[in-house]
Structure formats: structure tokens, C-alpha cells
């Protein structure tokens, strides 16, 4: 098999963007319908738009993950700024598509110290994706 | 009261998150083995003509890389005690001729006054050339 390395540049680019947006999105919408007082109508809406969020960003970084890979020849740590990268990743990656899976099974019949757990778990990978994101920025932007 | 859901819920995400793991480092593993890639120069960014095909500039690359970083990098760029293997590098030419300007705090020293932007480049066709 022979690819030029600019595609997958160009494709990395592309499709990490979303998994980092929606992760975030779904940290912002689950929090504020689990904060948010039942009388504010809103509850169920956030909720919804918090769990579309999870699975689609869980199902994003399939192709972000792999995308990258193939960028780098199949590096899975690296060193320096590619490292740094490559210690947000992989946690991020398992713990997203395990938040992703846990979601989706369990919707909207969470208990409340599940959920509990749960938005710890997504605002910790929400960090985890923005620090990922920051040292692959670092990769391309800062030469 | 849906604890059961969510404790099964868990186990099933616990088992498709290292499946998925395992499967990202698989394939890592398979494109280490099975892809070749076109050119050395993943990010895509071109320099002036293709500076890896130039054996002079290469060469004189090398000269400079044995007076000045060999002592760190290893004589043949393949890592030192301290520093790190400059094979396959993975990052794009320009922040190579970064490094090499400015140095990397408290690891590598800065090149700019020993090194002009022409030599600076020959090590970067050195470095690319490397396989």
C-alpha cells in the first residue's frame, strides 16, 4: 500500500476537530440538565442534546484516531510534542468511547450518583481532549 | 434502582473501550509494518526543490551534524544518552529548522549564530534523508 502522507494531513485536520467539539458540547448540555432545577422546562431537552452529543463524539474519534495514526507511520507515543499528544490521546480516546458506550446503553435512566460519575468522567475528558488538541496544534502551528 | 442497567452498562463500556485501544495500537502496529508512504515529509509543506534529493546538500548536512550534534544525537542521528533518535521524524521541516535556531530549553543548545538559513537546511536534508 502506498499514500501520500499530505492527505492524511489534510484528513487528520479535518476530523478531529469534531470528536474535541462534541465532547465539550455534551460535557456543557449534560451538566446544565443535570444542574437545572426540573421547573426550568429545559431538563429533558439538555439531556437529549447531551446524549447525541457523547455517541457522536465517541463514534468521531474512530476516524481521528486512525487518521492520525496513519499520519505518523503508526507512532503511538513518539517524543516530544507528539508525546505530550499521544498522553492526552489514548486515555481520552478509551475513556470517551466508554462514556460513549455507557450513554447510550443506560440514556435516560441514569441514577443520580451514576450520572454523577458520569460528568466527572466527561468533564475530565473534555480536558483531556482540549489538552490532546492544544499539543496537536503545537505540532503544526507552532513551526 | 437502575443500578443494574448502569453496572452492566459499565462492564460493556469498559470491554468496547480497551477493545477499541487494543485496536487503535493493532492497526498502529500494521501501518508500522505494512503502509509505505510516498514521501518523508508528512506534513505536506514543501521546500525549496525537493532538498532530500540533493546528495551535496545532504552531504554537507552530515558534515555539520558530526561537528555539532553528534555528540548528543549519536554519530549516525541514532540517539544518545540524553537525546533522542532523529530517524523518521515527525515533525514538519520547519519546526526542525526551529529546534535547530532556537535550541529546546535546558536540552539542546540554540544554532542560530553557528548555522545560516542554507546550512540549516542542509541538516534538515540530512535529517530527511535518514531512513
Same mark, same amino acid.
Given at each position: 500500500?502506498?499514500?501520500d502522507? &499530505? ?12 470528536? /474535541?467539539?462534541?465532547?465539550? &458540547? ?6 446544565? +440538565?443535570?444542574?437545572? !432545577?426540573?421547573r426550568?422546562?429545559h ?5 437529549a442534546?447531551?446524549?447525541? =452529543?457523547?455517541?457522536?463524539?465517541a463514534?468521531?474519534?474512530? !476516524?481521528a ?7 505518523t507511520?503508526g @507512532? /503511538?507515543?513518539?517524543h516530544?510534542a ?11 480516546f478509551?475513556?470517551? /468511547?466508554?462514556?460513549? @458506550? ?33 499539543w ?8 | 434502582m ?13 470491554? /468496547? ?7 487503535a495500537w493493532?492497526?498502529?502496529?500494521f ?8 514521501s ?8 525549496? +526543490?525537493?532538498?532530500?534529493s540533493? !546528495? @551535496? ?16 544525537? +549519536?554519530?549516525?542521528?541514532? +540517539?544518545?544518552?540524553? =537525546?533522542?533518535?532523529l530517524?523518521?521524524? @515527525? ?12 535550541g ?20 534538515i536534508?540530512?535529517?530527511?534523508s535518514?531512513h
Amino acid at each position: 500500500m502506498s499514500i501520500d502522507p &499530505a492527505l492524511w494531513s489534510k484528513l487528520h485536520g479535518a476530523s478531529t476537530h469534531f470528536p /474535541v467539539a462534541l465532547t465539550m &458540547a455534551a460535557a456543557l448540555f449534560d451538566s446544565l +440538565g443535570f444542574i437545572l !432545577p426540573e421547573r426550568s422546562g429545559h431538563k429533558a431537552k439538555l439531556h437529549a442534546a447531551g446524549y447525541y =452529543a457523547i455517541i457522536l463524539g465517541a463514534l468521531g474519534t474512530f !476516524p481521528a484516531v486512525l487518521s492520525g495514526l496513519f499520519l505518523t507511520k503508526g @507512532v /503511538v507515543l513518539g517524543h516530544d510534542a507528539l508525546l505530550y499528544h499521544h498522553l492526552f490521546v489514548w486515555p481520552a480516546f478509551a475513556v470517551l /468511547v466508554a462514556l460513549g @458506550v455507557w450513554r447510550a446503553l443506560v440514556g435516560e435512566k441514569f441514577s443520580e450518583r451514576g450520572f454523577r460519575l458520569y460528568l466527572v468522567g466527561l468533564l475530565l475528558t473534555a480536558g483531556l481532549m482540549a489538552a490532546a488538541g492544544y499539543w496537536g496544534g503545537e505540532l503544526i502551528l507552532n513551526s | 434502582m437502575n443500578s443494574s442497567l448502569e453496572a452492566k452498562a459499565l462492564g460493556l463500556a469498559l470491554i /468496547v473501550a480497551s477493545a477499541s485501544l487494543g485496536g487503535a495500537w493493532g492497526s498502529a502496529f500494521f501501518i508500522q509494518s505494512h503502509v509505505t508512504f510516498v514521501s518523508s515529509d508528512f506534513q505536506g509543506e514543501s521546500l525549496p +526543490g525537493d532538498i532530500t534529493s540533493s !546528495p @551535496v546538500l545532504i552531504a554537507q548536512g552530515r558534515e555539520f551534524f558530526t561537528m555539532s550534534c553528534a555528540e548528543c544525537h +549519536g554519530d549516525d542521528a541514532l +540517539g544518545g544518552d540524553e =537525546a533522542p533518535n532523529l530517524h523518521h521524524l @515527525v515533525i514538519s521541516n520547519a519546526r526542525i529548522a526551529k529546534t535547530i535556531k532556537k535550541g529546546i530549553k535546558d536540552e539542546m543548545p540554540m544554532f542560530a549564530k553557528k548555522y545560516d538559513a542554507h546550512q540549516i537546511l542542509s541538516l534538515i536534508a540530512y535529517l530527511r534523508s535518514l531512513h
